[in-house]
């Protein structure tokens, strides 16, 4: 386990805060012993919270030739026919993950292949479970390929308390299965594009982890 490099500035900064509010509230501390307990309880939680939220656990890719895995920690709120307008502009199988507060943020390449496609577009932040979020939210979109057929979009969605979408590839780069893309900082969401005739091998309301879970099989 540690701590990504995107959180740490906000680690310090958010933790000097509650220190410091902790300190003025020192100064002025309840005479009931009780409100005392909410308030410092209040601070704690927040800061552990905070810490946890950029935890990168150490795990072993789970590869699978053939397989797509899951680039993101989370729920699984949808998988159905959808038009992918952006890269391919025909029908796919999207498989929609719904990424809480509790989740691990940092996300996968969900195969081996070349990045050809990477657009970051601007928007709102609508929550993330709803399904106009995939356009009008802030969001990432990344295109692998291992082949002519082993292609997968998957896009990386901000959602209504996430504000900024961190991605690390470049188009042309060599990709590993599993390898971190980057992260989606405060509860999110992550759609994958996948062939019509992939072989889905997850349901609506399975718990799904990155680097582990099959989504599909070519």
Same mark, same amino acid.
């Given at each position: 386990?540690?701590?990504?490099?995107?959180? #740490?500035?906000? $680690?310090?900064?958010?933790?000097?805060?509650?220190?410091?509010?902790?300190?003025?509230?020192?100064?002025?501390?309840?005479?009931?012993?009780?409100?005392? =307990?909410?308030?410092?309880?209040?601070?704690?939680?927040?800061?552990?919270?905070?810490? #946890?939220?950029?935890?990168?656990?150490?795990?072993?890719?789970? #590869?699978?030739?053939?397989?797509?895995?899951? +680039?993101?920690?989370?729920?699984?709120?949808?998988?159905? +026919?959808? &038009? !992918?307008? /952006?890269?391919?502009?025909? /029908?796919?199988?999207? =498989?929609? $993950?719904?990424?809480?507060?509790?989740?691990v943020h940092v996300n996968s390449y969900p195969i081996d292949g070349k990045i050809e496609y990477i657009a970051y577009h +601007?928007?709102?932040?609508?929550?993330?479970?709803?399904?106009?979020?995939?356009?009008?939210?802030?969001?990432?979109?990344?295109?692998?390929?291992?082949?002519?057929h082993e292609k997968v979009l998957f896009r990386q969605i901000a959602g209504f308390i996430a504000r900024r979408i961190i991605?690390? +590839? !470049?188009?042309?780069? !060599?990709?590993?299965?599993?390898? !971190?893309?980057?992260?989606?900082?405060?509860?999110?969401?992550?759609? =994958?594009?996948?062939?019509? %005739?992939?072989?889905?091998?997850?349901?609506?309301? %399975?718990?799904?982890?990155?680097?582990?879970?099959?989504?599909?099989? &070519?």
């Open positions: 386990m540690k701590l990504h490099q995107a959180g #740490r500035a906000i $680690i310090i900064v958010s933790l000097s805060a509650i220190i410091l509010a902790s300190v003025c509230y020192g100064f002025f501390i309840a005479n009931l012993w009780w409100v005392n =307990v909410i308030f410092f309880s209040i601070m704690i939680l927040l800061g552990v919270l905070i810490v #946890r939220f950029f935890r990168v656990p150490y795990r072993i890719v789970n #590869r699978v030739d053939g397989g797509v895995l899951s +680039p993101a920690d989370g729920t699984i709120v949808s998988i159905g +026919p959808a &038009f !992918e307008y /952006e890269y391919f502009k025909d /029908e796919r199988i999207r =498989v929609s $993950i719904f990424m809480s507060i509790n989740n +601007p928007g709102r932040y609508m929550l993330a479970k709803l399904p106009k979020s995939s356009i009008d939210n802030e969001h990432n979109s990344i295109v692998v390929a291992k082949d002519e991605s690390y +590839p !470049e188009v042309g780069d !060599e990709v590993k299965q599993g390898d !971190e893309v980057g992260m989606i900082k405060f509860g999110s969401r992550v759609d =994958v594009f996948l062939p019509l %005739d992939a072989q889905i091998a997850v349901q609506k309301g %399975d718990k799904v982890v990155s680097k582990k879970t099959v989504l599909a099989y &070519f």
